[in-house]
């Protein structure tokens, strides 16, 4: 979506993912303007005057308008009923919407191909008429006036946006109690309760009013069963008090609502409860139980979630509420300051949001340029947190260059891979490999470092040893593959998929361009790809130089399950069933202590011999279960070698002798070791080297808070 003069927005665009997008930013940033604008994009929303931006130059004049520009792609089963509209197949739509509605300004109408062209009548006293007769000005205005009805009535999506602070009207009576007779009569005016007796499959409201005995034993056991189905619905997904269930009962004309402990006889009304927990409760009575009906298919715009909930249920509204309510089809764009409500395993969903000059700027990508020197925002954000909650650490880690590298092996890992234990971690930068390896290690988990060709690995395998990890635990692409023309993650990757994904990020860009056009078969795929398609398209848009758009490229490998949504999987999927000959190769690395898997682009790439490679590799993949990381031998690690952690807090225990007042520094890195920029004011001893991730300073901390630190 393109935002132009929209409120705090002058000029810019807004890639939203086909799950979740993340909306990140400091107060005053703009997220709320810019759910706002999204929510305009709506079939029944309209843009005014009033919105136009008062930092352009424009401002004041009535006639000037906001303007959103809306590209769609559209899905598998909508294809042809677009085809059909505008008269060609269409594989990208631009909509704009300004002050006086929808126009479509991409892809041209074949009017004449239209479904809703209609041939002139034959004029009195014509015998015949010219064959495909060119429709008037007035015909082609009616067509374009009737493919904006059928595209607002039918694919236009909802944009729903909901104030998460103000959600006051969701929330199910503060005394947990309702007349049934006037519920019965008019539902749709107490939601909550209509969607409660919903999640527990109670449709038909007259089985509540009961006028005998028998009838009364068949509601108790309704609303019974009810509470059974109710409990299972949100405890499987989502509830910040796991002990707590919702139990629903009935007296004469009164339908009891009641939060009770488990094991407890004694019930409480809902406003005996926290706020959490009755926002919880309002918030996914709400959404599970409209999306099993009207609230699918829509743009969710969701401003600040789970601003109540504690830690525990902000991960579990992340984790588990979200993708159900994705399961409807519903594309979800929240914003948060909350660090557990920013997924750093997903940096594609982040969107950080800065103001600049009074306009909010959005950045599509997950780090920022700003002062602290290309931090991970969410990083950033929660700092303070333990390591391993941080970086999402597990027992396996992988550690790549950047998050497009890690994107693209949780892709590719997550249709081919079998060792589900294993992360893939952004070093964000070549050079801060050892500072990543150091935490995992410090964290006492198992990682290794998976280096571009084109960097230079003695140098950071020197940084390691200053930190004692051992240099095998990390190496260089072209080794791993033993193929020294594979540089970058991108190479790895079949060159069909490579193609295609390349495709799908710069055919809309040309589309946009006058007199560009590209095809996928002349995008280059040798190697290196990364620098090869950089050169095509810089002479492609009669640029100087241009910057591969590797997060665009990685983001359609996103879907670990192959679902819909510009994912690879089963495109992988496909191409590893086409044939009994893998085009993927197990190689062992010259490092006895690990082997790795890695896909390798095609079959000529293995020169002389390949066939019986491909053989070999075949019947060994059988016998070993995928991984794209290392299977550690017991001498690599483990309960055998005394931990870093023991080491350092040591080193720091016997010599609090040599610490003196401590200084303001700044650290960048392992740079700030190896320049023997001290922390906590330790003398130049190199054991005493502090290894920190990133930029942080620490003034007088007291000798009981260091071993702390």
Same mark, same amino acid.
């Given at each position: 979506?393109?935002?132009?003069?929209?409120?705090?927005?002058?000029?810019?665009?807004?890639?939203?993912?086909?799950?979740?997008?993340?909306?990140?930013?400091?107060?005053?940033?703009?997220?709320?303007?810019?759910?706002?604008?999204?929510?305009?994009?709506?079939?029944?929303?309209?843009?005014?005057?009033?919105?136009?931006?008062?930092?352009?130059?424009?401002?004041?004049?009535?006639?000037?308008?906001?303007?959103?520009?809306?590209?769609?792609?559209?899905?598998?089963?909508?294809?042809?009923?677009?085809?059909?509209?505008?008269?060609?197949?269409?594989?990208?739509?631009?909509?704009?919407? $300004?002050?006086?509605?929808?126009?479509?300004?991409?892809?041209?109408?074949?009017?004449?191909?239209?479904?809703?062209?209609?041939?002139?009548?034959?004029?009195?006293?014509?015998?015949?008429?010219?064959?495909?007769?060119?429709?008037?000005?007035?015909?082609?205005?009616?067509?374009?006036?009737?493919?904006?009805?059928?595209?607002?009535?039918?694919?236009?999506?909802?944009? !729903?946006?909901?104030?998460?602070?103000?959600?006051?009207?969701? /929330?199910?009576? =503060?005394?947990?109690?309702?007349?049934?007779?006037?519920?019965?009569?008019?539902?749709?005016?107490?939601?909550?309760?209509?969607?409660?007796?919903?999640?527990?499959?109670?449709?038909?409201?007259?089985?509540?009013?009961?006028?005998?005995?028998?009838?009364?034993?068949?509601?108790?056991?309704? #609303?019974?069963?009810?509470?059974?189905?109710?409990?299972?619905?949100?405890?499987?997904?989502?509830?910040?008090?796991?002990?707590?269930?919702?139990? +629903?009962? *009935?007296?004469?004309?009164?339908?009891?609502?009641?939060? =009770?402990?488990?094991?407890?006889?004694?019930?409480?009304?809902?406003?005996?409860?926290?706020?959490?927990? =009755?926002?919880?409760?309002?918030?996914?009575?709400?959404?599970?139980?409209?999306?099993?009906?009207?609230?699918?298919?829509?743009?969710?715009?969701?401003?600040?979630?789970?601003?109540?909930?504690?830690?525990? *249920?902000?991960?579990?509204?992340?984790?588990?509420?979200?993708?159900?309510?994705?399961?409807?089809?519903?594309?979800?764009?929240?914003?948060?300051?909350?660090?557990?409500?920013?997924?750093?395993?997903?940096?594609?969903?982040?969107?950080?949001?800065?103001?600049?000059? @009074?306009?909010?700027?959005?950045?599509?990508?997950?780090?920022? @340029?700003?002062?602290?020197?290309?931090?991970? @925002?969410?990083?950033?954000?929660?700092?303070?947190?333990?390591?391993?909650?941080? /970086?999402?650490?597990?027992?396996?880690?992988?550690?790549?260059?950047?998050?497009?590298?890690?994107?693209?092996?949780?892709?590719?890992?997550?249709?081919?891979?079998?060792? $589900?234990?294993?992360?893939?971690?952004?070093?964000?930068?070549?050079?801060?490999?050892?500072?990543?390896?150091?935490?995992?290690?410090?964290?006492?988990?198992?990682?290794?470092?998976?280096?571009?060709?084109?960097?230079? +690995?003695?140098?950071?395998?020197?940084?390691?040893?200053?930190?004692?990890?051992?240099?095998?635990?990390?190496?260089?692409?072209?080794?791993?593959?033993?193929?020294?023309?594979?540089?970058?993650?991108?190479?790895?990757?079949?060159?069909?998929? %490579?193609?295609?994904?390349?495709?799908?990020?710069?055919?809309?860009?040309? !589309?946009?361009?006058?007199?560009?056009?590209? $095809?996928?078969?002349?995008?280059?795929?040798?190697?290196?790809?990364?620098?090869?398609?950089?050169? /095509?398209?810089?002479?492609? /848009?009669?640029?100087?130089?241009?910057?591969?758009?590797?997060?665009? %490229? *990685?983001? %359609?490998?996103?879907?670990?399950?192959?679902?819909?949504?510009?994912?690879?999987?089963?495109?992988?999927? &496909?191409?590893?069933?086409?044939?009994?000959?893998?085009?993927?190769?197990?190689?062992?690395?010259?490092?006895?202590?690990?082997?790795?898997? %890695? +896909?390798?682009?095609?079959?000529?790439? #293995?020169?002389?011999?390949?066939? @019986?490679?491909?053989?070999?590799?075949?019947?060994?993949?059988?016998?070993?279960?995928?991984?794209?990381?290392?299977?550690?031998?017991?001498?690599?690690?483990?309960?055998?070698?005394?931990?870093?952690?023991?080491?350092?807090?040591? &080193?720091?225990?016997?010599?609090?002798?040599?610490?003196?007042?401590?200084?303001?520094?700044?650290?960048?890195?392992?740079?700030? *070791?190896?320049? !023997?920029?001290?922390?906590?004011?330790?003398?130049?001893?190199?054991?005493?080297?502090?290894?920190?991730?990133?930029?942080?300073?620490?003034?007088?901390?007291?000798?009981?808070?260091?071993?702390?630190?």
């Amino acid at each position: 979506v393109e935002f132009i003069n929209y409120r705090s927005i002058s000029e810019d665009a807004l890639d939203i993912e086909h799950d979740i997008t993340c909306l990140v930013g400091i107060n005053e940033a703009g997220k709320s303007n810019t759910l706002l604008a999204l929510e305009k994009a709506d079939p029944d929303e309209e843009l005014t005057v009033a919105e136009y931006s008062r930092h352009s130059d424009g401002f004041g004049d009535p006639n000037n308008s906001p303007e959103l520009r809306l590209w769609f792609e559209p899905d598998k089963d909508e294809v042809a009923g677009l085809k059909e509209i505008f008269g060609e197949s269409i594989s990208t739509l631009l909509l704009v919407k $300004t002050t006086d509605g929808y126009r479509v300004d991409f892809p041209a109408i074949d009017y004449k191909k239209s479904k809703f062209y209609t041939p002139p009548a034959l004029t009195e006293g014509t015998e015949t008429q010219t064959e495909n007769p060119e429709p008037t000005d007035e015909a082609t205005q009616g067509i374009r006036k009737k493919v904006i009805e059928e595209l607002e009535q039918n694919y236009i999506p909802r944009f !729903l946006r909901f104030d998460s602070v103000n959600f006051n009207e969701y /929330f199910l009576p =503060q005394n947990g109690e309702v007349l049934i007779s006037q519920f019965i009569a008019k539902p749709d005016g107490m939601k909550p309760i209509k969607n409660l007796l919903a999640l527990g499959e109670i449709t038909d409201f007259s089985v509540l009013q009961a006028n005998d005995e028998n009838k009364r034993l068949i509601r108790d056991t309704l #609303l019974n069963n009810a509470s059974k189905k109710i409990n299972e619905e949100i405890l499987r997904v989502v509830w910040p008090v796991e002990s707590v269930e919702v139990r +629903l009962s *009935a007296e004469g004309d009164i339908l009891k609502i009641r939060l =009770q402990e488990k094991d407890k006889t004694s019930p409480f009304r809902p406003d005996e409860r926290s706020r959490g927990l =009755q926002w919880a409760l309002a918030f996914n009575i709400y959404f599970l139980a409209e999306t099993k009906d009207e609230l699918q298919q829509a743009v969710l715009l969701i401003d600040e979630p789970g601003i109540f909930l504690h830690i525990d *249920a902000q991960k579990k509204l992340l984790e588990k509420t979200f993708p159900k309510i994705n399961e409807s089809g519903n594309q979800i764009v929240y914003t948060t300051h909350l660090p557990y409500l920013i997924d750093s395993r997903f940096p594609e969903r982040i969107r950080i949001l800065e103001k600049k000059n @009074e306009n909010t700027i959005i950045g599509n990508k997950a780090w920022s @340029e700003g002062e602290f020197g290309k931090i991970p @925002e969410p990083v950033r954000t929660a700092l303070g947190l333990r390591w391993a909650e941080l /970086f999402n650490i597990g027992d396996k880690n992988a550690i790549v260059e950047g998050p497009s590298d890690q994107i693209i092996l949780r892709a590719v890992h997550g249709v081919f891979g079998k060792d $589900t234990t294993i992360g893939f971690l952004p070093a964000y930068g070549y050079k801060k490999f050892p500072s990543v390896l150091a935490i995992v290690q410090i964290e006492e988990k198992q990682g290794f470092g998976i280096v571009d060709g084109d960097e230079n +690995l003695e140098t950071l395998r020197k940084k390691c040893a200053t930190v004692s990890i051992p240099e095998d635990r990390m190496d260089t692409i072209p080794t791993l593959t033993n193929n020294p023309a594979i540089i970058t993650i991108e190479d790895i990757l079949p060159e069909d998929l %490579f193609r295609q994904a390349v495709f799908k990020v710069y055919n809309p860009l040309c !589309l946009r361009r006058r007199n560009c056009s590209v $095809t996928e078969t002349e995008i280059p795929a040798g190697y290196p790809r990364v620098k090869k398609v950089e050169e /095509f398209f810089a002479a492609k /848009f009669h640029a100087q130089k241009h910057n591969f758009a590797k997060m665009e %490229f *990685a983001s %359609f490998c996103r879907s670990e399950d192959g679902s819909a949504g510009g994912g690879w999987g089963e495109e992988c999927r &496909a191409v590893r069933a086409k044939s009994a000959k893998p085009r993927r190769l197990l190689v062992q690395s010259r490092t006895p202590k690990k082997s790795f898997v %890695f +896909l390798l682009p095609a079959r000529r790439s #293995l020169g002389a011999g390949g066939e @019986e490679k491909i053989r070999r590799a075949q019947n060994q993949k059988c016998e070993q279960n995928f991984s794209l990381v290392w299977r550690a031998l017991a001498s690599g690690g483990g309960a055998g070698r005394q931990s870093f952690r023991s080491k350092w807090v040591r &080193a720091f225990s016997n010599k609090g002798h040599h610490v003196g007042k401590v200084k303001e520094f700044w650290f960048a890195s392992l740079r700030s *070791a190896t320049n !023997l920029y001290w922390i906590l004011g330790v003398k130049k001893n190199w054991r005493f080297c502090k290894i920190w991730f990133e930029p942080m300073f620490f003034r007088n901390v007291g000798n009981s808070e260091r071993l702390s630190v």
